[in-house]
C-alpha cells in the first residue's frame, strides 16, 4: 500500500541509462518508491538515514548503491543459478536492498549487528515481496569465521563501516576464491591506498581496481574499491570482535 502523502522519487531514466546501461522496470521504480516511504517511517522511530529528500535519497542511497555493482550487474544477472551478494554492516538496507530489488536473479544477505535495523529490514523485505534477500544478525568478526558464512558469497559489498582496512578484513573471509569484494567509498587517500595493498596480501586477495567518479546530481567525488579474493584466507582472520577497529591491519 502506498501512501499518498510521501514525495515521488524522480525516475531519471536517462541517467540510470548513461551511467549503468540499465533503467528499472515499473516494478522496480515501485519498489524504489516504496521503499522511500519506508525508510521515511522507519526514521520516525529510528535513526536511520540523514538522506530524505527525493533527489538526495535517489542519489546518495538508490544510484550510489547500484553505481557500485554496475562492472557486475551484467555479470550477476547473466548467472543462471544466481550469485550469492552479502552486504556488511547494511543499516537501512544500502546499497544491499537497491542491488536485491535490480538483479532479482541473484541472493542477497544484509547484515548488521543491530537488532532493531535487522528487525526493521525484515519488515521492508515483507512489504517489498522481495524473495531474493535475507537478512542475517551478528558481527562480521563472527560470521566470518562461522563455517557456514565463511568462504560462502561471490561478491561482498560494504559501505561506510569503517576503514578501508577494515571494510577488507570483513569481507575477504566470507568470499569463495575467485570472489569479489567492493568497497564504497566517498573519498581515498594514496596512503590508505598504499596500506590496503599490504592488508588485502594478508588477507588472500588482490587490490583489482579502484574507480573514482562524480555522483550525477550533486557531482559530489566516490570511489569504489575491488578486491579480488586469489587465495584462502589464513584461520586467524578476521580476529576477535573489536580487533580489526582497535589494531587494523
Ligand atoms: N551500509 C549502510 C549505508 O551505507 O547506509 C549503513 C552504514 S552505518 C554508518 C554502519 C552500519 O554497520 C551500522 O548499521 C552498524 O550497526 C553496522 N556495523 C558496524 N560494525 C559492524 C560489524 N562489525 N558487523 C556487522 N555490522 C556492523
Redo the contacts with the bound molecule.
Sequence with gaps: MTNPTTPLLPEMPEIWQQTLNWQPTAQQQAQFQRLYELILEGNRQLNL?RITEPHEFWEK?LWD?LRGIAPQMRFISSLQTGASVI??????????IPVGIAVPNCTVTL????RK?ITFIEKILTELALTNTNTLM??????GQQSQHRQSYDIA??????TVS?CAE?ALPLLNQGGLAII?RGNCTEDEITTLQTTVKQLGGVVESIEQFLTPISTSIRHCLYLRKTATTPANFPRA??V??QKPL
Excluded at 87 to 96: E, K, N, Q, S
Excluded at 111 to 114: F, I
Excluded at 138 to 143: F, H, L, N, P
Design positions: 538515514t542511497h548503491s552486504d556488511i554492516g547494511t543499516g537501512a538496507g544500502f546499497p544491499g547484515l548488521d549487528s543491530t535495523k551478528g558481527r562480521a568478526e563472527e560470521i559489498l560494504i559501505r561506510a563501516v569503517g577494515v570483513y564504497y570482535v573489536g580489526p577497529t
